[in-house]
């Protein structure tokens, strides 16, 4: 599987963005899919994760409520739709794609995730 993130820039503090990561191959509804994010200096962080048929979501306190993941498996696609953006969400954020994830505290684990997308970049200015 390979995975291309995309939708990142610049936006002003209470703004909203929309990344979106597109998967190869015909087996994306096989796949749970997260979105993680590394800030500078920091490690790669837990944002949010989406179950292979989408009926169930996980979010990292930090962005419960202003984030929303979601996913369109006949377009082998996944969302992240950001709001109320605060200057500590400025990372990279990078999508991924896990196959055989079980129990709801594995979806925040990067270790579970087999493949990953190359990261786009999101700004937040104050």
Known sequence: VQLQASGGGLVQAGGSLSLSCAASGRTFSSYAMGWFR???????????????????TYYADSVEGRFAISRDNA??????????????????YYCAAGAGIYGSSSYRRLGQYDYWGQGTLVTVSS
């Open 75 to 92: 377009k082998n696609t996944v969302y992240l739709q950001m709001n109320s953006l605060k200057p500590e969400d400025t990372a990279v």
């Open 38 to 56: 590394q800030a500078p200096g920091k490690e790669r962080e837990f944002v949010a994760a989406i179950r292979r048929s989408g009926d169930t």
